[in-house]
C-alpha cells in the first residue's frame, strides 16, 4: 500500500465521516439555519473527497470539481437564506416542524413534544461606577428606555 | 419523355395544392385560386398530351413510370438456413430449393398510364380545370378561400394517382385519400351542422365498402401473390385460379365500389354530400370521385369476366339503383338533391354496363362516365349558379321563371338536362344507347357466354390437359349460372327494361326540375333580395365550355365514329367485332326520352294541378319515393339504433366492468391493502423523508455488499 | 523518526492489539448467536458465521461499524433532547464516547494478510507516514468541530464550530496542493457564506434557547442511519484499499510523478492534465478551468447571477403579515 492510497484512504475517511456528520445533524436538528449548515457540511464531506481524489489521480479533475460545488453552494446558500427569511417572516420561528403542509389531506399534522420553556435568563448588565451623583429630579424616572437604562445604573 | 410527362400531370396539382395551403393564409389570400388553376389547367394539357401518346403507343399500349418502391418485403426462406447447418444426409433431399411460407411481398409506386387511365385523366382534369375557375367566382369572398382551393388541388392529386395506380394496394390508398379529401370538402363550411353530419356520414358510409375493398385486396394478395395490375389482371393467369375464389374477390372489390359509388344500399350518404359547396357536388360527388368506383371495376374487368355470377350482381345492383334513385328523384324539391338522385342513377347505369358482361357493355360504362362527367358537373355548376343568385336558396318551390333573369344559365342547363336526358344528339343519348344495348345483348345471348369466356382464355395455357380441365369447369359454371334462381338471360332481359324505364323517368325528372327551375311565374326569394342576377362571366364561361363537351361529345366519339371504343379497346380487347347499331333499342330510348320530356312539360311547364292530382293517383308510391323509400328511417334502425345500443352498453361494461372492476379494482386493491400503513409516510415533514431515503440508501448500499462480498 | 512518530506508532500498537482482541473477543458471541438461534446445525452456523466474520467485504464492514458505534452512541447522547442546559453531563458522556471512537479510528488496524510486512500497519498513523501529523491534526479538528456542530443548543455556536470545520477542510485542502480551493473555502465560504447565515440569525432568532433548538427529531433513528452510512462507506473504504490492489500502488514512498503517473493511470480522463508540482499551482488550476471546462465556469457564473436575482426577488418581498 502505497503512501499515496493511504493519504487518498484518509481524506476519503475524514470526508465520509463529514458527510455523515451531517446528514446525522440535518436529519436530527429542528432549527431551519441548522439543517441548512449541515447540508453544507455534507457538501464540505464531498468536496474533501473530491480533493483526495485529485490529489491521488495527480489531475485537475476533482479540484475543479470543488470549484464547482462551492460555487453551486454559494447559490444555494443566497436562494435559501432569502428562503428562510421569507419563511421566517411568515412563521414567525425558524422551526421546520411549520412548514408539513404537503401532507395526506387526513393525516394528523406531526406535533413535536412539548417542553418546558427555559427561562429567559436575566441579561446580566455590567455594573457600572457610578461617575457621579444621581441627578435630583422631582419625579422618578419610569417612562423611557434610556432613562430605563439610566435607572438601572442607579440600582447598580 | 412520355414518362416525364405522365410524372408531371400528378405533380401539378400537388404543387399547387401545398404553395396554397402554405401561402394562402398570408400571402395569396383572394388569389388562392390560381395555384390551383394553374396546376389543373397544366394537368390537363399534360393529360390531352398523354391521351394523343398512348394512342400512337407501340403493342401494349402502356407507360409505366416507377417512382419507386414502397415496401419490399422477402418471405423468410423457412428452412433454407436450417438445412444448411445441418450436416447433409443421405435421405434427404438435396435441393437448392428453398421453402417458402409465402410469396415476396413487393410494391412500389408507380404511375401506369394506358388507355382506360389516359381517358380517366383527361376527363378528370379537364373537368377539374372548369370546376377550378367555376369555384373562383362562386366562393368568392368565402372565409377559407384558401382552404378550399389547397383541399381541391389535394383531391385532384389524389385522384390522379389513384387513376394512374399500378397496383391495388396504391389504388386503395389513394382511394382512401379521394376519400377523405370528400370527408373534408363536404364539411367545408364546418359551422354547419348539417354539413358536419354529412361529412361524417360519407366518411362512415364510405368505410363500409372500403372495409370489402381491402378484403378483395388481401384475398388478391393470397390468391396471386402480387398486388400489380400487369400481374393479376391477366386472363391466363385468372384462368388458373379457383373460381370460386374470384368470384369472392370480384364481390368484395364491388362492395368497395358500392360504397365509393353510392349504389344501393350504400348509396344514402350522396345526397347529404349536397351540403358541401357546389363546385365540390360538380366535381367530386358527381363526376370524378364517385366513378372512381366505376373506374375500378373497369380496371378489373378480366377479373369480373372471370366471375359471372359477381358480374349479374354487379349489373343488377346497377340496374336497381339506377331505377330506385330515379324514382326518389322524381319528387325531391332541391334541386341538388335531384341531381345527386340523378347522379346515383346514372353510376347505376354504369355499373348495369359493366355488368353487361361484354366489351360493349364495359367501353359503354366508361363512355357515360366520361360524358356523365360533362354533362352533370354542367348541370351541377349550373344549379350552383341558380344558388349563388338566389342566395343559397336550393329548393324549388321558392323560385322559378328564371330563364329571362339569367340567360346563360338557362342556356346551359337546358343543354345539360337534354344530355342527361338523353335526346338523340347529344351525348348522354350515345352513352346511355350504348349501356342499354349491352344490356339487351346480354340478355338475348346464349347462356354459355361465360364458358366461352373461360375458352377463349385457356388456348394460352400449355398443355391440352388443363385447357380440358378448363372447359369440363366452364361446363360446370355454365350450368350453375343462376342467380336468385332465374337465369342469367332472364336477369339481363329485366334489367334492360327496368334501365329503359329509368331512361324514361330520367327525362321526366330532369326537366321536371329544369322546368320549375327556368318556367311558369318569376318568383324570386326574398333572401336573393333585389340583386337577382345572372352569375359572372367567370362563372358562366366554364359553363358554356362544359355545355360544349355535353352537346357534341358523344357525336364526336361515340358509336359513330367507334373512335372511344376502339381507343379503350387497347386496353381492355374485347371481342373484337364491331356491334351493329341496334335499332330497336335506339328507338326505344327515344321515344322514351320525348314521352318523359313531354311529361314533364304537361305537369311543370307552368302551374297547374296536375302535379297535385297525380300525386293523389299514386298515393302511398309518391310518398314513399318523397321519403327517399325510408331507407334512411330503415338504415337507422337496422344499424344505427343497434349500434348505439351497442355502444351505449359497451360504455357502461367500460365503466362498470373494465374501469370499475378491472383498472379501479386493481388500482384501489392496494390502496385498500396497504395505504393504510402507507399514508402516514406522507407527513408533510421534509426531515422524514429525508430520513427514509437515507436509511433505505444506507441498508440497500449493505444489503448490495453483502450480496457482492 | 521523530518523537511524535514513535508515540504515535507506540499507541498504534496498543489500540491495534486492543481492538484485534475486540474481535477475538466477539467472535463467540457471534457463534453463539448463530447457534443458539437455528437449532444447533453446525452447518448452518458455520455457514452463517462465515458470513458476518470471514465475508470480505462484509466482515470489514461490521468492524468499521463496530469502531464507529461508540461515535454514534457519543453523537446521540450530546444531541440536544429537551434537556435542562444545566444538565451538561450527557454531553460529556457523549463528547467521551466520540472521542474513543475518533481514537479508534485513528489506529485503525489493517489485517496482518494485507500488511504482509513488519512493522503491523495501522491505517493513519503507522503506514509509513501517508499522511502527516499536520493531516491528523486538521482532520481531528474537523470531525470534531462537525460533531459540535451538529450537537450545539445554539445555532450561533453551530455556525462558529462549522467555520471551524471549514478552516480545518482548507488546511486539508493546503496539505493536497489545493491552494486556490483553500483559500476559496476559507473565503467565500468561512468568510461570505458563513457571515450572511449569521445574520440571518441575528435577523430571526428570538430571544432566549428556542424550544426547537433544544428538542432534537427523532435522534436515534437519525443516529442509527448516520452509523449504517458511516459503517457501509468507510467499511468500503477500508476494505478496498486494504484488499484490492490499488493499480498504481507500487512500492514507492515519493508521490508519483506526473510523467509516472501517464504512464500508469487508466483512470484518469486523458483530456485532463496531469498536475505538475513543479509549476504554479492556481495558474495551472485556472488555465485548466477556463480552458477545458470554460462553458461550465461560463454557466455556473450564470447560476450564481441568477442566485443572487432570486434571492433578492424572494427576500424581496417580506411585508406580508405573518400568518
Redesign the interface.
Known amino acids: 500500500m502505497s503512501n499515496s492510497a493511504v493519504a487518498l484512504n484518509n481524506y476519503l475517511i475524514v470526508g465520509g465521516l463529514l458527510f455523515t456528520l451531517g446528514?446525522v445533524g440535518?436529519?436530527?436538528r429542528?432549527n431551519l439555519i441548522v439543517?441548512f449548515l449541515c447540508a453544507e457540511m455534507m457538501l464540505q464531506g464531498v468536496s474533501v473527497t473530491l480533493v483526495g481524489f485529485s490529489g491521488y489521480h495527480s489531475t485537475w479533475s476533482g479540484q475543479i470539481f470543488a470549484v464547482f460545488s462551492l460555487a453551486v453552494a454559494a447559490a444555494e446558500a443566497a436562494v435559501a437564506m432569502a428562503l428562510i427569511v421569507v419563511l421566517f417572516h411568515r412563521g414567525d420561528s425558524l422551526d421546520?416542524?411549520l412548514?408539513?403542509?404537503?401532507?395526506?389531506p387526513?393525516?394528523p399534522?406531526?406535533v413535536d413534544e412539548q417542553i418546558v420553556d427555559e427561562p429567559v435568563p436575566e441579561p446580566q448588565w455590567p455594573h457600572l461606577a457610578v461617575a457621579g451623583p444621581l441627578p435630583t429630579h422631582p419625579q422618578p424616572l419610569t417612562a423611557t428606555h434610556r432613562q430605563l437604562d439610566s435607572t438601572e445604573v442607579g440600582r447598580g | 419523355m412520355v414518362n416525364a410527362l405522365i410524372c408531371l400531370i400528378p405533380l401539378c396539382p400537388l404543387i399547387a395544392c401545398l404553395t396554397t395551403a402554405v401561402l394562402g393564409a398570408r400571402v395569396l389570400r383572394e388569389r388562392s385560386h390560381w395555384p390551383t388553376i394553374a396546376g389543373c389547367g397544366l394537368a390537363a394539357a399534360c393529360s390531352l398530351a398523354l391521351l394523343v401518346c398512348v394512342a400512337r403507343s407501340p403493342e401494349p399500349h402502356r407507360y409505366t413510370a416507377t417512382l419507386y418502391q414502397w415496401v419490399k418485403i422477402d418471405t423468410v426462406e423457412a428452412g433454407a438456413a436450417g438445412m444448411a447447418a445441418l450436416p447433409d444426409e443421405g435421405d434427404r433431399p438435396q435441393s437448392s430449393v428453398s421453402y417458402k411460407s409465402g410469396p415476396d411481398l413487393e410494391i412500389s409506386i408507380a404511375l401506369r398510364a394506358d388507355s382506360l387511365a389516359a381517358t380517366m385523366l383527361a376527363m378528370l382534369t379537364f373537368v377539374s380545370t372548369c370546376v377550378a375557375v367555376y369555384s373562383a367566382g362562386y366562393m368568392h369572398g368565402e372565409r377559407g378561400y384558401w382552404r378550399f382551393f389547397a383541399f381541391v388541388s389535394l383531391f385532384v392529386f389524389s385522384m390522379i394517382m389513384l387513376v394512374l395506380s399500378a397496383n391495388f394496394l396504391q389504388l386503395y390508398m389513394f382511394w382512401e385519400a379521394v376519400g377523405l379529401c370528400s370527408y373534408l370538402l363536404i364539411g367545408f363550411w364546418y359551422e354547419k351542422p348539417a354539413a358536419v353530419a354529412a361529412s361524417k356520414k360519407a366518411f362512415l358510409v364510405n368505410r363500409i365498402g372500403d372495409f370489402g375493398f381491402a378484403i378483395g385486396v388481401f384475398l388478391i394478395w393470397t390468391t396471386f401473390g402480387t398486388l400489380t395490375f400487369d400481374a393479376v389482371l391477366s386472363p391466363q393467369r385468372i384462368a388458373q385460379m379457383n373460381p370460386g375464389l374470384i368470384t369472392l374477390i370480384c364481390l368484395c372489390l364491388f362492395t368497395g365500389a358500392i360504397g365509393k359509388s353510392a349504389q344501393f344500399p350504400l348509396h344514402v350518404w350522396l345526397p347529404d354530400a349536397m351540403e358541401g359547396p357546389t363546385p365540390v357536388s360538380a366535381l367530386i360527388h358527381a363526376a370524378t370521385m364517385v366513378t372512381a368506383g366505376v373506374y375500378m371495376v373497369a380496371r378489373c374487368t378480366p377479373l369480373f369476366r372471370a366471375a359471372p355470377d359477381a358480374q349479374v350482381f354487379v349489373a343488377f345492383i346497377g340496374g336497381f339503383t339506377a331505377l330506385l334513385a330515379a324514382l326518389i328523384a322524381l319528387t325531391q324539391y332541391d334541386l341538388k338533391r335531384v341531381l345527386a338522385y340523378s347522379t346515383v342513377s346514372q353510376l347505376g347505369y354504369m355499373f348495369l354496363g359493366l355488368g353487361a358482361g361484354s366489351s360493349l357493355g364495359t367501353s359503354g360504362a366508361m363512355f357515360h362516365l366520361v360524358t356523365h362527367a360533362f354533362f352533370k358537373a354542367l348541370l351541377f355548376l349550373g344549379a350552383g349558379s341558380v344558388m349563388h343568385a338566389m342566395g343559397g336558396v336550393i329548393d324549388m318551390r321558392e323560385f322559378g321563371g328564371l330563364r329571362r333573369i339569367m340567360p346563360q344559365t338557362f342556356k346551359t342547363f337546358l343543354i345539360g338536362s337534354l344530355a342527361l336526358a338523353g335526346l338523340p344528339p347529344l351525348s348522354g343519348f350515345w352513352s346511355k344507347d350504348t349501356i342499354l344495348s349491352a344490356a339487351w345483348e346480354a340478355g338475348h345471348a346464349e347462356t354459355h357466354l361465360a364458358a366461352t369466356n373461360a375458352i377463349e382464355a385457356a388456348p394460352a395455357m400449355q398443355g391440352a390437359q388443363t385447357r380440358a380441365n378448363v372447359a369440363a369447369e366452364s361446363e360446370q359454371t355454365a350450368t350453375k349460372i343462376r342467380l336468385f334462381g332465374a337465369e342469367h338471360a332472364t336477369i339481363y332481359r329485366l334489367l334492360f327494361w327496368m334501365g329503359s324505364f329509368t331512361a324514361l323517368l330520367t327525362a321526366f325528372y330532369t326537366f321536371r326540375a329544369f322546368f320549375l327551375t327556368f318556367y311558369g311565374p318569376e318568383k324570386i326569394p326574398h333572401e336573393a333580395g333585389h340583386h337577382a342576377h345572372e352569375s359572372p362571366s367567370v362563372m358562366c364561361m366554364p359553363l358554356w365550355v362544359l355545355s360544349i363537351g355535353a352537346a357534341f361529345l358523344g357525336l364526336a366519339l361515340g358509336h359513330l365514329t367507334g373512335f372511344f371504343d376502339g381507343y379503350l379497346e387497347m386496353t381492355l380487347p374485347g371481342e373484337g367485332l364491331h356491334h351493329a347499331t341496334n335499332w330497336f333499342v335506339v328507338g326505344l330510348s327515344t321515344v322514351v326520352v320525348f314521352a318523359g320530356i313531354g311529361a314533364a312539360w304537361f305537369m311543370y311547364h307552368e302551374p297547374n294541378d296536375l302535379p297535385a292530382r297525380v300525386v293523389a293517383l299514386a298515393g302511398p308510391l309518391a310518398r314513399l319515393s318523397l321519403n327517399k323509400f325510408y331507407l334512411d328511417q330503415v338504415f337507422f334502425f337496422m344499424f344505427v339504433l343497434p349500434l348505439r345500443a351497442a355502444s351505449q352498453l359497451s360504455r357502461f361494461f367500460d365503466w362498470f366492468v373494465i374501469d370499475g372492476m378491472g383498472v379501479g379494482g386493481v388500482s384501489r386493491l392496494p390502496a385498500w391493502l396497504f395505504g393504510k400503513s402507507a399514508?402516514?409516510m406522507?407527513?408533510?415533514?421534509?426531515?422524514f423523508y429525508?430520513?427514509s431515503m437515507?436509511?433505505a440508501?444506507?441498508?440497500l448500499?449493505?444489503a448490495l455488499?453483502?450480496r457482492?462480498? | 523518526m521523530h518523537p511524535h512518530e514513535i508515540l504515535m506508532a507506540a499507541l498504534g500498537q496498543c489500540l491495534a492489539a486492543f481492538t484485534g482482541e475486540m474481535h477475538a473477543g466477539l467472535a463467540p458471541l457471534f457463534a453463539w448467536a448463530g447457534g443458539a438461534g437455528l437449532g444447533g446445525d453446525p452447518g448452518l452456523r458455520d455457514r452463517l458465521l462465515g458470513?458476518v466474520l470471514n465475508?470480505?467485504?462484509?466482515?470489514y464492514?461490521v468492524r468499521t461499524f463496530l469502531i464507529l458505534l461508540p461515535a454514534g452512541l457519543g453523537v446521540y447522547l450530546m444531541l440536544p433532547r429537551g434537556l435542562p442546559s444545566k444538565q451538561p453531563q450527557y454531553r460529556r458522556v457523549g463528547a467521551a464516547l466520540a472521542a474513543f471512537s475518533l481514537v479508534l479510528i485513528c489506529v485503525w488496524p489493517v489485517s496482518e494478510k494485507i500488511s504482509g510486512g513488519a512493522p503491523r500497519t495501522v491505517l493513519w498513523l503507522l503506514s509509513g507516514w501517508g499522511g502527516s501529523a499536520e493531516f491528523y491534526l486538521l482532520g481531528i479538528v474537523s470531525l470534531a468541530s462537525a460533531v459540535l456542530t451538529i450537537t450545539s443548543r445554539n445555532p450561533v455556536y453551530s455556525a462558529l464550530w462549522f467555520s471551524l470545520v471549514l478552516l480545518a477542510n482548507a488546511g486539508l485542502y493546503l496539505i493536497q496542493h489545493a491552494e486556490f480551493l483553500a483559500a476559496a473555502t476559507a473565503i467565500v465560504y468561512a468568510g461570505a457564506i458563513l457571515v450572511t447565515f449569521l445574520f440571518v440569525l441575528m435577523l430571526a432568532q428570538p430571544q432566549g434557547a428556542a424550544s426547537y433548538d433544544r428538542v432534537s427529531?427523532?435522534p436515534f433513528?437519525?443516529c442509527?442511519?448516520g452509523l449504517?452510512?458511516a459503517?457501509?462507506?468507510l467499511?468500503?473504504i477500508h476494505y478496498s484499499t486494504s484488499v484490492e490492489a490499488i493499480p498504481n500502488a507500487a512500492k514507492q514512498s515519493v508521490r508519483p510523478t506526473a510523467a509516472l503517473a501517464r504512464t500508469q493511470m487508466t483512470t484518469a480522463r486523458e483530456t485532463s492534465a496531469l498536475v505538475d508540482y513543479a509549476q504554479p499551482h492556481v495558474a495551472n488550476l485556472g488555465k485548466s478551468l477556463f480552458q477545458e471546462h470554460f462553458v461550465s465556469i461560463e454557466i455556473v457564473g450564470v447560476l450564481l447571477l441568477a442566485a443572487v436575482v432570486g434571492a433578492m426577488l424572494i427576500a424581496g418581498h417580506t411585508s406580508e403579515s405573518p400568518r
Open positions: 446528514l440535518f436529519l436530527s429542528r439543517m421546520v416542524s412548514w408539513q403542509d404537503l401532507h395526506e387526513d393525516q399534522t406531526l | 399514508r402516514p406522507q407527513n408533510g415533514m421534509v426531515q429525508a430520513l437515507t436509511l440508501t444506507a441498508v448500499l449493505a455488499l453483502w457482492q462480498g | 458470513v465475508r470480505d467485504v462484509f466482515g464492514i427529531r427523532e433513528l437519525a442509527l442511519t449504517l452510512l459503517g457501509v462507506l467499511g468500503t
